[in-house]
């Protein structure tokens, strides 16, 4: 009995899935696909057209650093996204060093952003450096606050700067500041220059003019139609002259005694504008001063370019072989340092005039595609970073870690040199306003300046693109 019973139960259960299955091939049949135009708005175009930017200069796009776009080599995986934060601890000092920190606390935080360990070398020549100098110079003024000095003796110098070095390594700066930056505690007590006292000093100098020059620098203009410097050089040439001779005072300058003791009397002027101002103006002014110099010559080192001029003498037109041996040679490059869209130009500049100088006539960066970004360090691994002209500075929070902003400009390419001479090289536009990067070939036919991308990369993509 109980055989048929279960032989009738799977009997039914075939026969109610055959029915389901019937009945749902039945209604699949009756589906037809029906084909649907989209009709589109008269108001809407039915193609996307980029049409060019409205003429005129802008102000950088700020990307956050949560949308940083993705990998776009995926051959190249990125490291995991862990922010990269300063480690900390607390300095062992001299105890010799009477000076009060926390006036100048901000100052010594900027500075060890500036210039975070695993960073330093990267970015020294455009950001941490000039902060350094410029946080020397308002530590100088600082510890001489209290006195007619402008400067201190030998031994409160070697004391105070070690000092300085231990808070700004225990706040996460790189321990190598001195030799990277040139700095040392002579810097700190004035060297040969023969005033050393605010009363000299004073007496010596217009220093109403000095400080209606230099209280606030114009970042557009100083670099090109220059207030503040020639009134620091005037002021260093007028107390780098007591005491001397008149025949030292008529003798033409030049040599190398003399430019070392305008050089150190540049650096007591600095003290007592840092006296004068609030540490914020005179770090802002001082940083000003330091993007002009630093604008003006490419930091990188060129190694004699003997296989492109080879490979690239007699091309006028994409050879394979040129653009190979460019791009190996400008990889090499791409390994050295950060740089300013403004260095950029005056590396471009610099290596097209050796390769003019090498017999290589034709413009073989139009030729292999070769734009500024490329003369600068790599983010993402494979996207160039320009640093903007104007100062900048390490930026630090508690999402991304440590970050930096850099001005991508994919588009603009590098310029190549009209003769092999540099002398022509200016930077300065007629207007004497900081210049204009050359313009993007995919605008120059409406007249506007290509737009500057700004983003903030995170160090970790960075430092994983020197590590790949």
């Not at 039914?12 to 699949?28: D, E, K, N, Q, V």
């Not at 102000?59 to 993705?70: G, L």
């Not at 060093?97 to 695993?118: Q, W």
């Not at 990267?122 to 003024?141: D, E, K, R």
Request: aromatic residues 6%; hydrophobic residues 40%; charged residues 15%.
């Amino acid at each position: 009995m109980e055989p048929l019973i279960a032989d009738s139960h799977l009997r039914s259960t075939i026969y109610r899935r055959f029915l389901i299955f019937a009945i749902w091939l039945c209604g699949f049949q009756q589906v037809v696909s029906q084909e649907v135009v989209l009709k589109p708005k008269s108001s809407v175009p039915d193609k996307f057209v980029l049409s060019d930017p409205p003429a005129g200069l802008f102000d950088p796009i700020e990307i956050s650093p949560a949308v940083i776009p993705h990998n776009p080599y995926p051959v190249e995986p990125l490291p995991p996204m862990y922010p990269s934060f300063p480690s900390t601890y607390e300095p062992i000092l001299t105890g010799k060093c009477p000076v009060n920190f926390s006036s100048i606390s901000d100052i010594v935080d900027k500075t060890a952003s500036d210039c975070s360990a695993p960073l330093a070398a990267l970015v020294g020549n455009v950001i941490c450096c000039p902060q350094v100098n410029s946080l020397m110079h308002i530590f100088q003024a600082t510890y001489s606050s209290e006195s007619d000095m402008l400067v201190l003796h030998q031994a409160a110098a070697n004391d105070c700067f070690s000092d300085v070095m231990s808070i700004l390594a225990s706040r996460g700066a790189n321990s190598t500041i001195p030799a990277l930056c040139s700095v040392k505690p002579s810097n700190l007590t004035g060297g040969s220059c023969p005033v050393k006292d605010i009363t000299s000093f004073e007496k010596t100098v217009n220093t109403s003019k000095l400080l209606d020059a230099c209280s606030a620098v114009d970042p557009l203009k100083e670099c090109c139609r220059p207030v503040c410097q020639p009134a620091i050089m005037e002021a260093a040439l007028r107390i780098s002259l007591v005491g001397a001779s008149m025949l030292e005072i008529f003798n033409i300058p030049g040599s190398g005694t003399t430019i070392s003791v305008v050089n150190d009397c540049k650096g007591v002027v600095y003290a007592w504008l840092s006296r004068k101002l609030s540490p914020e103006a005179a770090n802002a002014a001082f940083r000003i001063l330091s993007g002009c110099k630093v604008n003006k010559v490419c930091p990188l080192t060129f190694e004699e370019p003997s296989s492109v001029i080879k490979a690239c003498r007699d091309v006028a037109s994409p050879n394979p072989s040129c653009c190979a041996s460019l791009n190996t040679y400008i990889a090499a490059i791409q390994k050295q340092m950060l740089i300013t869209n403004r260095q950029a130009i005056n590396c471009a500049t610099l290596f097209g005039s050796m390769l003019q100088k090498g017999g290589v006539m034709t413009n073989v960066y139009e030729l292999c595609d070769v734009d500024l970004k490329d003369f600068s360090l790599q983010a993402y691994g494979q996207q160039g970073c320009l640093l903007r002209s104007l100062p900048a500075d390490i930026v630090l929070d508690n999402v991304t870690g440590f970050s930096f902003t850099c001005d991508l400009s994919d588009n603009i390419a590098a310029p190549w040199p009209s003769s092999s001479s540099l002398s022509s090289l200016s930077l300065c536009a007629p207007e004497m306003s900081l210049p204009a990067l050359p313009i993007a070939q995919t605008s120059r036919s409406s007249g506007s300046y290509g737009l500057e991308m700004r983003t903030l990369i995170p160090l970790m993509y960075l430092v994983s693109s020197l590590l790949f």
